[in-house]
């Protein structure tokens, strides 16, 4: 067994899953290390963040997911280093050898340079940042359930999204639905579905990467539900009280004590270091280019997948950081290895683009299928098809169907929980 090819794997998301999957029944070894012991399904953290859904409901335990593949062997670990003369990961408590690298450790926020603003306007990444936000939306409430000055309550019942991306519009609708079905007659003091939520995108319109008759439907559909959106708006502060921004040379201060963020993105550290150790190129906010068989240059050992990798072979842009990018480098870069064992050579890596989706509330989305555009209902039932599909368990799949099918008749969330409370503003606020 210590004689065949050892293949690891850095990070357990899609693309790295996908190609654990599709390496179980090879002859090689497979070790996935991931800093987490779950698998989660990214896509809907908004859902957690504003108490639709619990963690659980969209995280699995990355060992009951490879349990029956004998091959593979899941390390918890985080990697610090990446030895690439020597072929070895170094870990905060070890190391391990391979003889091929496959690395999909994904980005994580940024705040372009303003990394003081992260105290203040949490990101949507891990299961940390969705409980850390959905904390702050509902301590929100709760504080100004209690605060007796109306000019002070204001603040509490202001919520700014920064970033008009398919994260920032679903997070923005959720939000309005909570504040204005969920929990309308869940406080005596406060009306919620009064809560001001404002929605603040740099680019003209919402969605930019959408076709504009999808970004103009969810434009619509986002001002049905009460959301003032800014476009053409760029954020230029922010603190625990305000977010200031600027439009058409003019700046303007918002007063909001919960502000969530949901622009800009940054690679993984281990592109830096794979740039520094091969030579490969880095981008502006550190994804590393890859080759069409998504090695990297004069090293066809190392392969760097998803939302870390730079792709821009046979392309106008570079692929998009999303999952079923991910998935499907997974599953290629398993196959492009084995071939290379076999001393064959992998034909280039082409993405089969099915399309994006985005939900902007309750039987409302917008869906770009290449052929045709669909928006509305319609939108919003593949939209919810597609990612059931997706979520690895089969038993997630029926825990988050029930709670969507609870929600949709009852507009209740269920997963309403505020864990990890601060300490409360002030005894001066309240009666």
């Known amino acids: 067994m210590n004689q065949l090819h050892h293949i690891v794997i850095l990070g357990g998301g899609f693309g790295g899953l996908y190609a654990a999957q599709t390496l179980c029944n090879a002859a090689v070894r497979v070790t996935l290390i991931d800093r987490r012991n779950f698998h989660l399904f990214q896509p ?17 335990p990355l060992r009951h997911i490879l349990k029956r593949k004998k091959n ?67 301590m929100a409430f709760e504080t100004a359930e209690r605060v007796q000055d109306c000019r002070e309550r204001c ?17 923005a609708g959720a939000l309005s639905e909570l504040a204005k079905d969920t929990m309308k007659e869940d406080f005596r003091q406060i009306n919620p579905a009064k809560a001001e939520i404002i929605l603040i995108e740099g680019a003209d319109r919402v969605l930019p990467s959408y076709p504009a008759d999808l970004s103009l439907a969810a434009h619509h559909s986002l001002e049905r539900l009460g959301v003032r959106i800014l476009t053409n708006t760029m954020v230029t502060a922010v603190d625990a009280d305000s977010v200031t921004i600027r439009s058409q040379d003019r700046e303007t201060q918002i007063s909001a ?45 190392l392969l760097v997948i998803g939302d870390l990798a730079l792709f821009q072979h046979g392309t106008e842009q570079p692929l998009p950081g999303v999952a079923p990018v991910a998935m499907q480098q997974g599953r290629y870069a398993a196959d492009s ?54 979520i690895v368990e089969f038993e997630n799949r029926v825990l988050v169907t029930i709670q969507w099918a609870w929600n949709y008749f009852t507009k209740n969330r269920g997963a309403r929980l505020i864990t990890g409370i601060s300490q409360p503003a002030g005894k001066d606020v309240y009666q």
């Open 257 to 301: 004590k919960t502000v969530l963020w949901a622009a800009g993105i940054q690679a993984s550290p281990l592109g830096n270091i794979l740039s520094e150790k091969t030579g490969a190129c880095l981008d502006h906010i550190g994804r590393i280019a890859v080759e069409p068989d998504l090695s990297l240059p004069g090293h066809p050992e």
């Open 337 to 390: 290895i084995l071939c290379r064992l076999r001393g064959e050579t992998a034909p280039p890596f082409r993405y089969k683009n099915r399309g994006s989706m985005a939900v902007i509330g309750r039987a409302a989305a917008v869906a770009d299928l290449k052929r045709f555009h669909l928006t509305g209902f319609l939108a919003w039932l593949a939209w919810l098809f597609i990612h059931l599909i997706h």
């Open 155 to 171: 603040p509490w019942l202001n919520f700014v999204v920064v970033g008009g991306g398919p994260t920032g519009v679903e997070l």
């Open 44 to 60: 809907l953290l908004y859902q957690v963040a504003t108490g639709g859904l619990s963690p659980g409901d969209i995280s699995t």
């Open 72 to 138: 593979v062997r899941v390390v918890m670990g985080e990697a610090l280093d990446i030895d690439v003369a020597n072929q070895r990961v170094i870990l905060h408590d070890g190391e391990i050898s391979y003889d091929s690298l496959l690395v999909a450790t994904g980005v994580s926020h940024s705040y372009f340079g303003n990394e003081q603003w992260e105290k203040y306007a949490p990101g949507l990444k891990t299961v940390e940042d969705a409980v850390e936000m959905r904390r702050r939306i509902l």
